[in-house]
């Protein structure tokens, strides 16, 4: 659990504020000037301030008190202790923190928690059956071995689940195009593609029922 | 990979925001979509004291459909507006280029404004905005003013909007009537920035008729969004003049962009796909493809 209100070491220490800063965004030379650097060994001691939040997680309402800066990936693993809800890369590249806002697939780690009151998040966990059964895009994943270590399945269970709301009977080539925006280390996609049309099937077959 | 602390406001109306940048300057930064931002923060790249969120502002998420322009107000996410039939119909160009851009995931929460107000050479939006003769409405406490595209953007990763200033609207120009428009872009991987994109509006005389006028905008290809004239070049020309053509076409865009070479491509090789793409779209339209949307892609 991380400590609200804790600062950490910034990684700017040491430059004057008037430096500017040359770093790379995702490939981009990007030049900033920083901030006052944050410097633990002298100056006054500066609390952070904390707003209250009153987060929508499926289906329940959690009121939590963190920082602004508090990323909606964060407050969902560390205050709510929502786990499944995966970490990777918190540039918006890998998508593994994928949760669905009012139905709609967006990323956790490119959020702040506070911008998220007034919506309602669905995470992975909340993909399970009422009863605990698996859903069927959880379902179809088990089936067709689209995972191997399972980092990266909470998001593509997220994004799938919503693109299969929209789209749902997908060709294989569209099933490919639906978790392009989602990394996996281990699979090689061929079988996350196959989860996708299983899921589709599994879909169908409950509509029927 | 967690942002610095920063003071959060979560501003009611446009009246606040306002007043929260009159009084806090070049301290505040504007989060909207966040998905340029963000990632900003998390890399500490920027690191601002304030944020002054204005997701919750009422008023700014409204897309308008005028006579002369397609209107996209600041919360106007990109998938949004890539869902709006009657601004894809305006304005075709729009949809042919929206879906280029990102993931379908960050076009959720990214708003087109606020990519405009990034601009990034890479970005798809900037170059539009330039296409389409658009401008940006920038409001403060000093007023409102509306910016043209070719002063908006200043440089890589500059727009011209003031410390006390927000981007209310995105003013997308329609074309005249008989103007086709197509958009590609060609990228290691799907989804991922441009190696080259190029978007062109071509006005014919009649469907078969001769080039009356045709421009090109460009991404990942210029320094800022910049609009090359191909009139010249191709007034008066029709489907079957474009191969003898082809070699003056290549000249003119080859001496317009300003690539530079980075890990993914060389500046010759960019310039090179930024001239295939132009001859190619130009084929497509000239052929009477009038929703021509390459999907291009090398494979990895």
Redesign the interface.
Known sequence: MSTPGT??T???AGQTPTQP?V?S????????V??AP?DPAGGEA?P??L?DVRLRVNGAEHHIRV???R?LS?ALRHDLELTGTHVGC???VC?AC?VL?DG????A????A??A??SEITTVEGLTRPDGELGPVQQAFVECHGLQCGFCTPGFLT?ITAYLDENPDPSPEEAR?AV??NLCRCTGYQNIVKAVCRAAELRREEGDR | MKPAPFVYHAAADVEEVLDLLAELGTEAKILAGGQSLVPVLNMRLAGPEHLVDINRVPGLDAITVTDDAVRVGALVRHADLLASAEARDALPLLGQALRWVAHPVIRNRGTTVGSLVHADPAGEMPAILALTGGSVVLRSRRGERTVPAEEFFVGPMESCVLADELAVEAVFGRFPAGTRTAFSEIARRHGDYAMAGVGLAVRTDGPDGPVQDARAGFVSLTEVPAVLDLTPVLEGAVAADLPGLAEAVTEAVGSFVDPVDDIHATADYRRHLAAVQTNRLLAGLLAGETTTTTTEETSA
């Open positions: 600062s950490t910034d990684g700017t800063h770093g965004v995702r490939g981009r030379v990007v030049t900033t920083p901030r944050f500066r952070e301030e707003v920082p602004g800066r990323l964060d918190e540039h918006g998508g994928t806002m709609r697939p967006v990323r780690c490119l959020m702040f506070a911008s009151e007034g994004t195009e392009a925006g």
